[in-house]
């Protein structure tokens, strides 16, 4: 009785998946990668929209944040948003070309009245062998124009000159053992025998083979916060 019972129920399913309607097909995502940045010299954190879709809430001063964003074709022009998280009110907005796969560090500096918001392409190449890649961010507002020595404090050392607030510099690289030798940033044409804004000495921090974004700024959302350089890993493929 079973098997007489069984054949019919199974015709009755190859029927039935013939009316079945055929499954959409699945469409290949157009992702970018987002390094955010707050540095906005305020109490509060912030919320990041890009083209009005919320992306990101009580992002803290100095802390980066991640994510894939997926765009709808490529390239695309984004208007990115930045927020305060409780209560929404705008502090700046931005519109930028994106491509797909590419990368990008977007960054909010200044202040709520003088707010300065940034998106810049991640390089995503690997530094040459042996060396560290490295690029910088200068976020404080009254800090005024650096340059930057690297390995030593000669003119020889120096690798980037008059960095200005809201600027990105280029890339460059350097050995490892130049890098923990030392970082000095120096006020704009000033020698650091002169003067030091700040100086890192046999640090471990930078390693052969990753590439890294260091910021100048505030130690914290308080303006009056002495100055540090953070240093955050930035992504190779």
């Not at 202040?111 to 976020?139: M, N, W, Y």
């Not at 940033?185 to 650091?192: D, G």
């Amino acid at each position: 009785m079973m098997k007489k019972i069984a054949t019919p129920f199974l015709l009755m399913l190859v029927l039935l998946s013939g009316c079945l309607k055929e499954p959409d097909p699945i469409l290949p995502t157009i992702d970018t990668y987002h390094k955010y940045y707050n540095f906005l010299l305020e109490p509060y954190t912030l919320q990041w929209e890009i083209d009005e879709v919320i992306i990101g809430i009580d992002h803290s001063y100095g802390y980066p944040a991640s994510v894939v964003v997926s765009l709808f074709e490529t390239p695309q022009d984004v208007l990115i948003k930045t927020r305060i998280s409780e209560g929404g009110m705008l502090i700046d907005t931005l519109s930028y070309t994106m491509f797909e796969t590419a990368s990008y560090m977007i960054a909010i500096l200044g202040t709520e009245e003088e707010p300065d918001l940034i998106c810049e392409q991640i390089d995503t190449h690997a530094p040459s062998s042996g060396q560290v890649k490295f690029r910088f961010l200068h976020t404080a507002p009254a800090m005024g124009p650096v340059d930057i020595y690297i390995g030593g404090d000669t003119i020889e050392n120096k690798v980037f000159s008059g960095l200005d607030y809201s600027s990105v510099s280029e890339y460059d690289e350097a050995t490892e053992i130049d890098m923990w030798e030392s970082v000095i940033i120096t006020p704009a044409n000033s020698l650091p025998a002169d003067s030091t804004i700040l100086s890192y000495t046999a640090n471990s921090i930078f390693r052969a083979g990753s590439s890294y974004l260091c910021t100048i700024g505030h130690s914290n959302s308080s303006i009056e916060s002495s100055y540090e350089m953070q240093v955050d890993d930035q992504p190779i493929y």
